[in-house]
């Protein structure tokens, strides 16, 4: 963990990531909108997984990555550092159009086979969800970061300087 993990605009946590590719995949993602990300172990793969160098490529090098050993040491880390846990989950009401997201959000996402448990989701202060169609259950979890973080950093450009 880097000490200025505190004062990035946004961070991107991946809750026990189990499919390298996702990963590498929203890592890069991460390198390219200059967000932060966290890992909370424990993953379902190495990191040096070929599959997740693969898909991260060499954009893994632009990335700041802070790991946790845990869930509980990741909650010791963002209670530190006072950040607001952003939960994205299919069991919420409120869109991400509508929430309002602010600087130094950790948005969250769960594992591609389980998402997060009842723990997670109580620690959370805010839980958005994608508007899908009717009988649609969920995206993939790089597609729905993708699309959440775009839309907080979208806003975080929108804000005038010292907002």
Same mark, same amino acid.
């Given at each position: 963990?880097?000490?200025?993990?505190?004062?990035?605009?946004?961070?991107?946590?991946?809750?026990?990531?189990?499919?390298?590719?996702?990963?590498?995949?929203?890592?890069?993602?991460?390198?390219?909108?200059?967000?932060?990300?966290?890992?909370?172990?424990?993953?379902?793969?190495?990191?040096?997984?070929?599959?997740?160098?693969?898909? &991260? #490529?060499?954009? %893994?090098?632009?990335?700041?990555?802070?790991?946790? +050993?845990?869930?509980? !040491?990741?909650?010791?880390? @963002? *209670?530190?550092?006072?950040?607001?846990?952003?939960?994205?989950?299919?069991?919420?009401?409120?869109?991400?159009?509508?929430?309002?997201?602010?600087?130094?959000?950790?948005?969250?996402?769960?594992?591609?086979?389980?998402?997060?448990?009842?723990?997670?989701?109580?620690?959370?202060?805010?839980?958005?969800?994608?508007?899908?169609?009717? &009988? #649609?259950?969920? %995206?993939?979890?790089?597609?729905?970061?993708?699309? +959440?973080?775009?839309? !907080?950093?979208?806003?975080? @450009? *929108?804000?005038?300087?010292?907002?």
């Amino acid at each position: 963990m880097s000490p200025d993990s505190r004062s990035d605009p946004l961070c991107l946590a991946l809750y026990q990531p189990d499919i390298a590719q996702n990963t590498g995949t929203m890592l890069r993602l991460c390198a390219c909108l200059g967000v932060s990300a966290a890992i909370i172990e424990p993953a379902g793969f190495p990191t040096s997984d070929r599959h997740f160098r693969r898909s &991260g #490529m060499d954009y %893994l090098d632009h990335v700041r990555i802070d790991r946790h +050993v845990s869930w509980s !040491a990741f909650a010791d880390w @963002r *209670a530190g550092a006072g950040r607001r846990l952003v939960l994205l989950t299919t069991k919420a009401a409120q869109p991400c159009w509508d929430f309002a997201f602010e600087p130094g959000d950790i948005l969250l996402v769960g594992r591609e086979s389980a998402g997060v448990p009842e723990e997670v989701h109580a620690a959370a202060e805010a839980r958005i969800t994608i508007p899908m169609q009717p &009988g #649609m259950r969920s %995206l993939n979890v790089a597609v729905s970061a993708a699309i +959440v973080l775009g839309e !907080a950093v979208r806003q975080m @450009r *929108a804000r005038p300087p010292g907002d």
